[in-house]
């Protein structure tokens, strides 16, 4: 214990400076009245700008070794230091990322289908709340899919999920996912699928690009970031579409196979930090791409 001795007194306040309140902080959509341990979390995945570029390597969950994801420690080596989060499984977390890892994890705990099973879309919890802690995650990931046969089963999870992170202040975001079926990626019906999600207490939402991208981040009182879909043809595709999804209110992209299965994967990483952080245009982040690849 410190000696008592020559201790000062506490001093008045009319001797001190006028008390900070403190800034507001950075604007997180929805979070302004959330607990210290919960808004600390979000905090770390998004940025002092509001804004974020997730990297998810999850697909091995459903898909297996996909392409260029075979060996993740290896795919995920030059790209983490332009990642403001990591989302992954439990077990490639532990068999292949550093637990030295700066990067705040995003956690997939839904699964349990495969592409050889008769329904992606029927899906449950995979991952208990005591190893989502055990493992220090930021956030985790659920997959909910509305408008299958699976949505009430799906829905009930995200539900039961919400209620037990929330005891420990871990933020759940919800995946509005559609497997292959392409034409239910529509403004209607992804803005009804986030708003869904935002009811039954998601803090992130992570969804698809499409026309009419802004009636999707309008109806949703949380934020939204974009998920990469198909695999585009071309690099200023994907500058495209994420520079006007962050246009009509995105504060961020999830973006897998359109960066790691990429030539250059940390040029892409790069680009789009521009894109999403600086404010680039598509135009600009294409032409900072070709300059990193030519000088990788």
């Given amino acids: 214990m410190a000696d008592a001795e020559g201790l000062l007194e506490a001093r008045r306040a009319a001797d001190m400076a006028a008390e900070q309140k403190g800034g507001p902080g950075k604007r997180i959509k929805g979070a302004d009245h959330l607990g210290w341990g919960m808004r600390n979390r979000l905090s770390r995945l998004i940025r002092a ?64 289908t495969s592409v050889v099973g008769k329904d992606l879309a029927d899906e449950v919890l995979t991952t208990s709340v005591d190893e989502m802690v055990r493992l220090n995650v930021a956030a985790v990931g659920i997959s909910i899919f509305v408008g299958s046969d699976y949505e009430k089963q799906t829905l009930e999870s995200l539900a039961l999920l919400v209620d037990e992170c929330e005891a420990y202040g871990i933020p759940v975001m919800a995946v509005t996912a559609v497997g292959k079926e392409l034409e239910k990626r529509t403004a209607r019906y992804l803005a009804l699928s986030c708003r869904i999600a935002a009811e039954l207490g998601a803090r992130i939402v992570k969804t698809y690009y499409c026309e009419e991208f802004d009636r999707v981040t309008n109806g949703c009182p949380v934020p939204v970031v974009i998920a990469g879909g198909p695999r585009c043809e071309t690099e200023l595709e994907v500058f495209e579409f994420v520079y006007d999804g962050m246009q009509k209110g995105a504060i961020g992209v999830n973006l897998g196979r359109n960066v790691w299965q990429n030539p250059h994967p940390a040029a892409m990483m790069r680009a789009l930090n521009a894109v999403i952080h600086e404010g680039a245009t598509p135009a600009q982040a294409f032409d900072l791409f070709n300059t990193l690849k030519q000088a990788a």
């Fill in 49 to 112: 700008d509001g804004h974020c570029q997730f990297l998810p390597i999850d697909h091995g969950y459903f898909q297996g070794p996909t392409r260029c994801l075979e060996r993740p420690a290896e795919t995920i080596r030059d790209l983490v230091p332009y990642a403001d989060g990591l989302f992954v499984t439990r077990g490639v977390l532990r068999a292949a990322v550093d637990p030295d890892l700066e990067t705040p994890v995003i956690l997939r705990v839904s699964g349990g």
